[in-house]
C-alpha cells in the first residue's frame, strides 16, 4: 500500500525436559510466545524497514533440595524493536545501515547447571539469580557487486547488558572420574566491535578467489577487561576452479584453500 509491505505474525512453543541418572540439569517446563509486526517502505533506490516484537517466557522448575522438591517459577517479558535501511546507488553499490535492540533470557543450563559437561569436559555451575541479557545492537555495511568482482563489508558495534558467559573457577572440581577444569555461569556488561569482510575476484571465467577476514573486539566494561573464549582474528584463502560437466557428473570444481587465524592476545590481565 502506497510503497509500502508488511507482516504482522505470532508464533509459541512449548519445551520439557525429564532426566534419570546423574544430575546436570533439573526437570523443567518452558513455555514461551512472541508477537511481530514489521514494516517495509521501498521507492527507488531507497528501502527502509522497522518492526516490532514482545516475548514472553514462563519456565517452572522442579528440583529435589534436601530430599523436597522445589518448583520456583521464572517469568520473562520485554519489547524488542529495529530500523535499518539499505541505500542502492547503482546496480553494483549498495549501502545499510542497522540499529535495534533485542534480549534473552537465561537458558536452564545457565541457571542449573551442577554437573560434569562430558561434550566439553568440564564441571559447569549454573546461577539462579542471573537475569536477561539486553542488547543494542549498531551495523553498517556496502556491498559492490560487478562482473569480476564482489566487495561486502560490515562493521558492528553491540552493547550487551548482562551477558552471560562461562567463567573460569579455581580450584578445579575433583569427582570419582578425575578432575575436571570447573566453569561458572556469570554476567557482566559488554562491548562487541568487529568487522567482517569478503572479497571474491574471478580471474577467469572458471576460476575464483575468495578472501575472507573477520575481527572482534570483545570486552568487559565491568572488570574494564577482555572479555574470555573469543575468537581472534582470521583471515582465509581459497581458490576455486571450476570443471567442465562429464555426462551426469555435473558442477564438478576443484577448492584449495588456508586460513591462518591470530593467537589470541587479548585475554584478561
Known amino acids: 500500500f502506497h510503497h509500502f509491505t508488511g507482516t504482522i505474525g505470532i508464533n509459541g512453543m512449548t519445551q520439557g525436559?525429564?532426566?534419570?541418572?546423574?544430575?546436570?540439569?533439573?526437570?523443567?517446563?518452558?513455555?514461551?510466545?512472541?508477537?511481530?509486526?514489521i514494516e517495509r517502505y521501498t521507492?527507488?533506490?531507497l528501502q527502509i524497514e522497522a518492526g516490532f516484537r514482545y516475548d514472553y517466557r514462563w519456565l517452572k522448575i522442579y528440583k529435589y533440595e534436601s530430599n523436597v522438591i522445589?518448583?520456583?517459577?521464572?517469568?520473562?517479558?520485554?519489547?524488542?524493536?529495529?530500523l535499518g535501511a539499505i541505500y542502492k546507488r547503482s546496480d553494483k553499490l549498495s549501502f545499510n545501515l542497522n540499529a535495534g535492540s533485542a534480549w534473552r533470557a537465561p537458558g536452564v543450563n545457565e541457571l542449573y547447571s551442577d554437573g560434569i559437561h562430558h561434550g566439553t569436559a568440564t564441571f559447569e555451575i549454573g546461577d539462579r539469580n542471573l537475569t536477561p541479557e539486553k542488547a543494542y545492537n549498531f551495523i553498517a555495511g556496502v556491498n559492490y557487486q560487478s562482473e569480476k568482482f564482489h566487495l561486502e563489508v560490515e562493521a558492528y558495534h553491540n552493547i550487551v547488558d548482562g551477558f552471560i558467559y562461562l567463567q573460569p573457577r579455581l580450584p578445579a572440581t575433583v569427582t570419582i572420574h578425575g578432575s575436571f577444569p570447573t566453569f561458572v555461569y556469570t554476567q557482566v556488561n559488554a562491548r562487541f566491535s568487529g568487522i567482517d569482510a569478503q572479497f571474491n575476484y574471478r580471474i577467469i571465467p572458471?576460476?575464483?578467489?575468495?578472501?575472507k577476514t573477520s575481527i572482534l573486539r570483545a570486552f568487559d566494561q565491568i572488570n574494564n577487561n577482555w572479555l574470555i573464549q573469543m575468537p581472534a582474528d582470521k583471515v582465509s584463502e581459497a581458490a576455486t576452479y571450476n570443471m567442465k560437466s562429464y555426462g551426469k557428473l555435473t558442477n564438478n570444481y576443484i577448492t584449495v584453500s588456508a586460513e591462518y587465524t591470530n593467537k589470541q592476545w587479548r585475554v584478561p590481565a
Open 17 to 37: 525436559n525429564t532426566y534419570s541418572g546423574r544430575f546436570f540439569i533439573p526437570n523443567y517446563r518452558n513455555y514461551s510466545g512472541g508477537i511481530y509486526w
Open 43 to 45: 521507492k527507488n533506490k
Open 70 to 82: 522445589v518448583s520456583p517459577i521464572y517469568k520473562y517479558e520485554n519489547p524488542s524493536i529495529t
Open 206 to 211: 572458471s576460476l575464483l578467489l575468495t578472501t
